[in-house]
């Protein structure tokens, strides 16, 4: 789809593009959806096999019933870390917190599915999240990448009518943001690379 705001510069969706937790209610328009899911679908695969399928929820009411689903997954993992309540949270969770109590206001979810279980088929549609976190950041739009928890995998799939066959790998609310995007606080690049061996600077 050729749409002149994809121009952004690359250098500029990359240094700016940022988890987006905080988002409006305001609505996204289909076509701008549907340009960020193009996006999506151009990423390389495993044997071009485009083992993917891309769920768009936008639905008052699915998105309404999703919520306190997301939101039990949410916790289930932090229970899993020996966290039960929000004191026990570390600083950097509470926006993810936030996230948790919030995701039915988010105006669109895209819930990216594999169409096969195994971490063969869920490695190889990564790269076209990527794609669509870079598409959505050229449109204006925010996003973060989210996963769900095992116990409300059933009722994810009932509720979505999703084939057992396929998995839901990543969970996407998809907003205008609340905030800004970048610039971002990352690691200085010589703490995290090496060359030749670990460890080696240079």
């Not at 289909?30 to 151009?42: F, K, N, P, S, T």
């Not at 998809?174 to 240079?202: A, C, H, I």
Request: hydrophobic letters at 40%; glycine letters at 6%; charged letters at 20%.
């Amino acid at each position: 789809m050729n749409d002149e705001r994809m121009a952004m510069p690359l250098h500029e969706a990359v240094y700016s593009l940022r988890a987006i937790r905080r988002q409006k209610s305001d609505p996204i328009p289909d076509e701008d959806l549907r340009v960020i899911l193009d996006a999506a679908r151009q990423a390389p695969n495993g044997g071009n096999m485009q083992p993917w399928h891309f769920l768009v929820v936008t639905n008052d009411d699915l998105r309404a019933e999703f919520a306190p689903l997301y939101r039990e997954a949410w916790w289930a993992k932090r229970n899993d870390s020996g966290w039960f309540t929000p004191d026990d949270l570390p600083d950097n969770y509470k926006g993810a917190m936030q996230l948790a109590d919030e995701i039915g206001n988010s105006p669109a979810l895209i819930f990216v599915c594999a169409l096969a279980k195994g971490a063969a088929a869920a490695n190889s549609i990564i790269p076209s999240v990527q794609n669509l976190l870079l598409a959505a950041r050229a449109l204006g739009v925010g996003s973060t990448i989210t996963t769900l928890h095992p116990s409300v995998e059933d009722r994810v799939h009932a509720l979505f009518e999703i084939p057992e066959t396929a998995q839901v790998v990543y969970c996407l609310p998809m907003g205008y943001p609340k905030g800004n995007f970048g610039p971002v606080t990352r690691k200085p690049l010589e703490l995290v690379t090496s060359f030749d061996r670990w460890g080696q600077k240079s």
